[in-house]
Nanobody
Framework: QVQFVESGGGLVQPGGSLRLSCAAS????????MGWYRQAPGEQRELVAV??????????AYAESVKGRFAISRDNLEKTALLQMNSLKPEDTAVYYC?????????WGQGTQVTVSS
């Protein structure tokens, strides 16, 4: 069974940066659309960034709450995605997950905790 494995989270002060990585636990074909999701305590999981395409044309989409601060990109093999998070705010505190978009239920991993606090 393939799952995504997220890493790179941690505790950071407001205004700080983190770079999240995602790896597949097994062999997968290149997803055409990858996303990063997050789930804060007591909240539903939300999609925060999406990357589509590859090669010549790549498209991006972001939730309004992270636009201008987060940047999604493909990894070198273009099978998963990275998430660069800048100017982090306390409200960005959540468990972050990568998955295809729309997500495959069997691909959910454990996520990586991001805590923004002074």
């Amino acid at each position: 069974q393939v799952q995504f494995v997220e890493s790179g989270g941690g505790l950071v002060q407001p205004g700080g940066s983190l770079r999240l990585s995602c790896a597949a636990s097994g062999s997968i074909s290149r997803p055409s659309v990858m996303g990063w999701y997050r789930q804060a305590p007591g909240e539903q999981r939300e999609l925060v960034a999406v990357i589509t395409g590859g090669g010549g044309v790549t498209n991006y989409a972001y939730a309004e709450s992270v636009k201008g601060r987060f940047a999604i990109s493909r990894d070198n093999l273009e099978k998963t995605a990275l998430l660069q998070m800048n100017s982090l705010k306390p409200e960005d505190t959540a468990v972050y997950y990568c998955n295809t978009a729309p997500p495959r239920n069997d691909y959910w991993g454990q996520g990586t905790q991001v805590t923004v606090s002074s």
